[in-house]
């Protein structure tokens, strides 16, 4: 390098600030994510600050008032015609505000919120010493089986953590599917990926067990960050750029300014395609699609029952999203490259969850392969690459979420002397004894397998007339002969419940606090309102059925 | 606009379903007043669309028509033809009978939990059941169809095994887990074939663009929508399948035997003379409207299936030990010769196997209600432990006589008139099959004889000797029954007034006019 080069370097360098002007933020547009951040760090000062008896109530209001803003201010922004006409790109590129964005922010909020509600449950488990406790543990840190764990008990203490955890895990959600740009979507990624992690180590009762369920969920997630960061650096090795729109400019070919430190790599199709490949498959890990669903059933079942139904619809509401803008977005002039990748994740993901889910013995890990084929639906409406098919797919996904709450709920209330009892046996004769917890809990079975006059009917069927308008017609195919396989296991447990006599040492029901009753009666209700009158919602999904870009 | 009626016929027995299931659990027999209530107002409802159905009017009347799902391009559109409305009027007059009948199959064991309520239960889930099949009879909208056709098998699931005889030979346990297989074989059945209709459905909206079927009809009529041979033929067989699980045909047919079998006699007559109605039913109306090509294509092997499940149907019901399954199988050989009928594609085929439709459903509800009487008296299901009981109980006997003769079609009785219409359709067309499908009768015959003579007659067993009468709930329920089956036997001009013009549509529908007989021929 040349003295006069160096020279002009220093002189750049050494120009005054106030040539740089402040990024232009949009704060309003982004407000539903910043209310939840806000009373996320709300909620960590009165972790600090307010005494420990009256912290459960404080974080409860602070979520629920932050949670409900939050959902009321995408209310407004699509009354504001964000979600349609208005929809643009905000904060210099790295967040799209628009129908889907919108869309999935508010199912995430009314998803945290429910979830919320079964976090705070407190009426389940018996109280220990006089105080009444929830379902995580008295103090994290404690070894299982110690004294100091007997000690945290006895002083009733409780993790009230978890709701500033759950709100930082929401914000990196409502992030994620708007993330415009690369590095935008892996800091989203890492924010509601890490409080996650750390809520799945939290359970009172199976402490070990949710301990070895968080750590191998942090491991494997750990490695697909790590394949989604690498996918990142490539893909910006091949475009020069980590905004979506520019990659999407390079891969169509239309670029129109090169940087020439990149001159040797962009453009250069390994890279692309490799990194596309590292990218999605991060995704996929998140939805739990074959062959990256190897975390799911351990994880949803050492998890806090209260953690899992929240993770199993919101990280997949979420995740999707961002899958669904990445491949609409950033990668559709690809599309002959990884459609007939996508086909066969589709295929061995519905055909792969169904079967397996056919021997499970644990009601979680049940639900657990359950979701894995029901990812393997929706990836069914995502590669109908169609305006129909993003519609269909937001559908699914808000249809789906209320279901999986609703569903984990339940399996709260149905306990034992060892707290959840989630052993199938155990569920023999429920319908005998709690006809109206069976009933609910059979409404739900009856939603996932899809038969009509529920929402998961409805969505099942959107996904699929999208995608067999979309061509693929094979895939629906194998969608409606899993469906039937999944049919059979859902249908098992409701034998079960209903048919078979229950054992004199059976479990009980618990009777819950009106937190888990208004979140298993969301969860009713939508089922059936999506069922049987969905073309209000239908609507909602295909205005927001279209990206900014 | 004018009043709903035909989704009062539906609406009424669903709102009564629920109902019942809200009767406080200790006000059993209220719960069920209010069931045979409903029932009793729907049938009135039903009389009153048969009343204001024209025969010679419109092909679909009474229609409604209302924006329902239009992301889907469904519209809730209802419609009766003649097929529907004789098929409406079977189901609305057989759920009285059924509740009647099943007045105490549902009385908890022990009285057990507070909150448990069977005999509310059992009773919402017929009304249930009633008010789903109604409405699959009068959708015109395929999809609205397609949705209670599906969701039908919830409730018809949770009768069959919830809800079981009360003497079982090997025990409640045992009993309880044939119930439970059974139930489940009945239930993933006919998922899996509702599932294959429904990759046909979505399908055929990305072939058509909308479900409803007068709309598709008449464009593929009029040729406006073309659909490619093959696309016809795979659509075809995605509905057909379903349609033939539930009917159902042979090689589908094996979850009927189990389902009747382990099901009280009022959810057995539930099942094969009103449900699976809903399957050939929707032959006549979906397949052989929305895919005539196609239907035209697939007929000599349906046909070949039709008359296996005639022969085989009957064989096996000479052989059974089981008075419930010996129903079962019988029912498989006359639901033969219902698709037999239909696709004989004859006028007089298509007339007799919707006449078949209506008088299977009378003579099977009146052989196997009479058949649970007599198995709730004994507590055995099986024909060996019966033995002249005609002596002991003579109108017990008679009653089952003239049910085990309508079922063998004696001239006189109803189901003769279809079964020769059938025939005769058949054989104008088809004489080969027409001739082999005549030997069903005689293997009809030898089934009910035997089992009649194996029952009633002969010496008295000593488990039957103290065997009661029918009681009057129980005279009730059959004497109308077999009343019925005596005037249509005599008498089928009502049924087949409204019935044939709908059927002439549906031939012409396919392009199909009747063989000229040979005389006229021969000019």
């Known amino acids: 390098m ?74 407004a922004l699509a009354a504001g015609g964000y979600g349609t006409t208005k929809a643009h790109i905000a904060a210099m590129g790295a967040i799209a505000v628009d129908g889907p964005s919108l869309f999935l922010q508010g199912t995430i909020l009314l998803a945290g919120l429910v979830g919320l509600f079964t976090f705070a449950e407190r009426r389940l488990d018996p109280a220990a010493h006089g105080n009444r406790v929830d379902s995580f543990a008295a103090q994290a840190a404690s070894v299982p089986g110690s004294d100091s764990e007997q000690a945290a008990v006895k002083a009733g203490f409780t993790t009230t953590e978890v709701f500033p955890l759950l709100l930082f895990a929401i914000s990196g959600m409502l992030v994620f599917p708007s993330a415009n740009d690369l590095l935008t979507l892996f800091v989203a990624l890492e924010v509601f990926s890490l409080p996650l992690y750390l809520m799945c180590a939290l359970a009172r009762r199976k402490r070990l067990m949710s301990q070895e369920a968080a750590v191998k969920y942090f491991l ?51 890279l692309l395609l490799i990194g596309a490949a590292m990218v999605v498959m991060g995704l996929l890990f998140k939805v739990g699609a074959v062959p990256f669903h190897m975390w799911t059933p351990d994880v949803y079942q050492g998890a806090p ?47 792969g969850g169904a079967i397996v889910a056919i021997t499970q013995t644990d009601i979680k890990r049940l639900l657990a392969y359950s979701s894995i084929a029901h990812a393997g639906f929706i990836l069914a409406g995502v590669i109908a690459t169609s305006k129909d098919g993003v519609s269909s797919v937001l559908f699914y996904l808000a249809a789906y979420s209320f279901v999986t ?16 009892a989630t052993h199938l046996s155990k569920w023999a004769g429920l319908g005998r004894r709690s006809p109206l917890v069976a009933a609910v809990f059979a409404v739900f079975l009856l939603a996932f397998a899809g038969i009509p006059l529920t929402s998961g009917f409805a969505g099942k069927f959107a996904v699929f007339k999208a995608a067999a308008e979309g061509g693929a017609v094979p895939l629906v195919v194998i969608g409606v002969i899993s469906s039937a396989i999944a049919a059979f296991f859902y249908i098992r447990v409701i034998v079960l419940m209903f048919f078979s006599e229950p054992s004199p040492e059976g479990p009980t029901v618990a009777v819950p606090s009106p937190l888990t009753m208004a979140a298993i009666g969301l969860g009713v209700a939508v089922t059936l309102v999506l069922g049987v009158a969905p073309q209000y919602f239908l609507n909602l999904a295909s205005q927001a059925g279209v990206f900014v870009r | 606009m004018s009043f709903p009626l035909l ?66 391009g469904v519209r809730y559109e209802l419609g009766v033809d003649g097929i529907a409305v004789a098929l409406l009027a079977l189901t609305a007059l057989l759920i009285p009978f059924i509740i009647l009948a099943g007045w105490h199959d549902a009385d908890p064991l022990e009285t057990g939990s507070k909150r448990w309520r069977p005999t509310q239960g059992f009773f919402a889930l017929i009304l249930a059941v009633e008010a789903m ?18 969701a039908m098998l919830i409730p018809m699931y949770f009768l069959i095994g919830g809800f079981g005889d009360r003497a079982h030979a090997q025990g409640e346990e045992a009993a309880s887990t044939q119930r439970s297989y059974a139930a489940v074989k009945f239930l993933l059945y006919n998922l899996v074939g509702g599932l294959i209709m429904l990759a046909a459905v979505i399908g055929l909206y990305t072939v058509a663009g909308n479900f409803s079927l007068t709309e598709i009809a008449q464009a593929r009529a009029n040729g406006t929508l073309h659909m490619a041979t093959s696309t016809e033929r795979w659509l075809f067989l995605g509905f057909f399948f379903a349609f033939a699980v539930k009917a159902p045909l042979w090689p589908l047919h094996t979850w009927l035997p189990n389902a009747m079998q382990e099901s009280t006699a009022p959810v057995a007559v539930l099942i094969t003379a009103v449900v699976d109605k809903v399957g050939t039913f929707a032959m006549l109306r979906f397949c052989l409207q929305l895919f005539p090509e196609a239907s035209k294509w697939a007929t000599p092997t349906i046909l070949v299936l039709a008359l296996i499940s005639i022969i085989y149907g009957a064989l096996l019901a000479v052989g059974q030990r089981d008075i419930k399954r010996l129903v079962a199988y019988a029912s498989i050989s006359h639901f033969g010769f219902i698709i037999l009928g239909i696709f004989a594609m004859t006028s007089q085929g298509q007339s007799g196997a919707t006449l078949y439709m209506v008088n299977h459903g009378i003579s099977t509800a009146a052989l196997m209600l009479v058949a649970g009487f007599l198995i709730s008296r004994r507590g055995s299901r099986l024909i060996a432990d019966y033995g002249g009981v005609q002596k002991v109980a003579p109108v017990l006997a008679g009653t089952f006589l003239i049910g085990s003769l309508a079922t063998l079609s004696l001239p006189g009785l109803a189901p003769f008139v279809s079964e020769f219409l059938v025939l005769v359709g058949t054989f104008t067309r088809y004489p080969a099959i027409g001739i082999i499908a005549t030997f069903g009768i005689v293997l009809a015959a030898l089934y009910t004889l035997v089992l009649y003579q194996r029952t009633m007659t002969g010496p008295v067993k ?26 249509l036997g005599v008498y089928p001009k009502p049924v087949t007034d409204i019935v044939n013009p709908a059927v002439n549509q549906t031939m012409s529908d396919v392009h199909k006019t009747d063989p000229k007989p040979a005389v006229e021929a021969a000019k």
């Open chain 2, 133 to 150: 099949v109604i409405i699959s009879f009068e959708a015109t909208d395929v999809f609205l169809f397609y949705i209670f056709f599906e």
């Open chain 1, 305 to 351: 029952t209260p953690v899992t139904g929240f993770m199993a619809a919101a990280t997949k509401v979420a995740a999707f999203g961002a899958l669904l803008r990445l491949l609409y977005v950033v990668l559709p002039g690809m599309r002959w490259d990884w459609r007939p990748v996508m086909w066969g994740v589709a295929i061995i993901t519905m055909l």
């Open chain 1, 405 to 420: 709450i609703g569903a984990f709920a339940v399996v709260t209330l149905v306990r034992d002397a060892g707290g959840e």
């Open chain 1, 220 to 270: 494997l997630g750990a490695f697909a960050s790590a394949f989604t960061l690498f996918g990142i650096a490539m893909l910006y090795g091949y475009a020069g750029s980590v905004s979506y729109a520019t990659i999407a400019q390079v891969v169509d070919g239309t670029v129109t300014n090169v940087d020439p430190a990149l001159a040797n790599t962009m453009g250069n199709d390994a």
């Open chain 2, 462 to 487: 000593p488990a039957v000797s103290a065997m009661p009468d029918l009681k009057a709930r129980e005279l009730v329920v059959v004497a109308p029954l077999i009343v019925l089956l005596i005037f």
């Open chain 2, 7 to 72: 989704t009062a016929t539906a609406v009424l027995p669903a709102a009564g379903a629920v109902a019942t299931a809200a009767v406080p659990a200790a006000r059993r027999t209220a719960a069920k007043w209010l069931a045979l209530l409903v029932s009793l107002a729907t049938l009135v409802l039903a009389i009153v669309v048969m009343v204001r159905f024209d025969p010679g009017g419109a092909r679909y009347q009474l229609t409604e028509s209302h924006a329902w799902i239009a992301d889907f």
């Open chain 1, 2 to 75: 040349s003295a006069a080069a160096v020279h002009s370097l220093w002189t750049t360098a050494a120009e005054p600030i106030s040539k740089i002007d402040a990024p232009k933020i949009e704060y309003g547009q982004l407000s539903p994510t910043l209310i939840v951040i806000g009373a996320a760090i709300v909620g960590v000062l009165v972790e600090a600050f307010v005494p420990r008896k009256s912290r459960y109530y404080a974080q409860v209001f602070v979520s629920a008032v932050a949670l409900c803003a939050a959902f009321a201010a995408v209310v």
